[in-house]
Antibody, heavy 119, light 107 residues
Framework: EVQLVESGGGLVKPGGSLRLSCAAS????????MNWVRQAPGKGLEWVGR??????????DYAAAVKGRFSISRDDPQDTLYLQMNSLKAEDTAVYYC??????????WGQGTLVTVSS | SYVVTQPPSMSVAPGETATITCGGN??????VHWYQQKPGQAPVMVIF???DRPSGIPERFSGSNSGNMATLTISRVEAGDEADYYC??????????FGGGTKLTVL
């Protein structure tokens, strides 16, 4: 059974940093392209970024709203995905989901972790 | 950048058919994926590549995509189908693009 479990969310002040983790199991993590998607309170889904597999160079892509502030990485031996968030703004407040890529879609999602940016 | 448009809401009576649309310029040339999100839960993929169903998704869920419109159809709607539904495409410049979501209310 595929499982994705996010952690690391919490309250952070504007301008601060936070690192989210996503522990994966039930599939060959090292072969998967992994994504982060966020959802602001009461709003729709917003893609944050993606990291390709090691065999595809671990290339990363980001949404314009977070490019230069957020960074995605992975630890394949630990089956863990990370999202490093710097220079956080109030508009980054959201539930952050990790999601497994399936070609151009997202076939499995974690339950999410809430990040609140507020003074 | 590419934009996909969904109606914000729709309602349907139990047992009827719900048709949720996702509009975009020549969207028929792209693969469209659909997700269901119930309150307080993570999204679940219900249709991939226009019309394929992941394992475990009821046959009542179907999809199509042609021209400027993709459609998610839910037949014999049940109370448990009440949720937000999002379409998603991939674009070479913006990568993963979601529609704004459609809130389906079962009357």
């Amino acid at each position: 059974e595929v499982q994705l479990v996010e952690s690391g969310g919490g309250l952070v002040k504007p301008g601060g940093s936070l690192r989210l983790s996503c522990a994966a199991s039930g599939f060959t993590f090292s072969n998967a392209w992994m994504n982060w998607v966020r959802q602001a309170p009461g709003k729709g889904l917003e893609w944050v970024g993606r990291i390709k597999s090691k065999s595809d160079g671990e290339a990363t892509d980001y949404a314009a709203a977070v490019k230069g502030r957020f960074s995605i990485s992975r630890d394949d031996p630990q089956d863990t995905l990370y999202l490093q968030m710097n220079s956080l703004k109030a508009e980054d407040t959201a539930v952050y989901y990790c999601a497994k890529g399936y070609s151009s879609g997202l076939d499995y999602w974690g339950q999410g972790t809430l990040v609140t940016v507020s003074s | 950048s590419y934009v996909v448009t969904q109606p914000p809401s729709m309602s349907v009576a139990p047992g009827e058919t719900a048709t949720i649309t996702c509009g975009g310029n020549n969207i028929g040339s792209r693969g469209v994926h659909w997700y269901q999100q119930k309150p307080g839960q993570a999204p679940v993929m219900v249709i991939f590549y226009d019309s394929d169903r992941p394992s475990g998704i009821p046959e009542r869920f179907s999809g199509s995509n042609s021209g400027n419109m993709a459609t998610l159809t839910i037949s014999r709607v049940e109370a448990g189908d009440e949720a937000d539904y999002y379409c998603q495409v991939w674009d070479s410049s913006s990568l993963v693009i979601f529609g704004g979501g459609t809130k389906l209310t079962v009357l």
